[in-house]
């Protein structure tokens, strides 16, 4: 069974910073791109960045490039989100994706407010 468990939300001031982190199991993860998204409250879910196989590969939407970076740990089984200088208009609520056998699999999303 293919699960994906998301943490390292929370409250964080407008500058600070937090570390998202989505552990996969179930599934080979080292064969399988993933993606981070965010839906921000009343808006649709919208891609953050994406990671390929070895790492080599990512995307970062335009709003965070600079900001954050998505990275991996394939014998940790895991893909990152290091957020810095959050901003009010990250607050959302983040969730990694994985894409096999002609489904996408989601976490539960873990939260992120950023608010003085």
């Known amino acids: 069974q293919v699960q994906l468990v998301e943490s390292g939300g929370g409250l964080v001031q407008p500058g600070g910073s937090l570390r998202l982190s989505c552990t996969g199991s179930?599934?080979?993860?080292?064969?399988?791109?993933m993606t981070w998204y965010y839906q921000a409250p009343g808006k649709e879910r919208d891609v953050v960045a994406y990671?390929?196989?070895?790492?080599?590969?990512?995307y970062h939407e335009d709003a965070v490039k600079g900001r954050f970076t998505i990275s991996r740990d394939n014998e940790k089984n895991t893909v990152y989100l290091q957020m810095n200088n959050l901003k009010p208009e990250d607050t959302a609520v983040y969730y990694c994706m994985t894409h096999l056998g002609g489904t996408n699999y989601w976490g539960q999303g873990t939260r992120v407010t950023v608010s003085s």
């Open positions: 990671i390929g196989l070895d790492g080599v590969l990512t």
């Open positions: 179930g599934f080979t993860f080292s064969r399988y791109p």
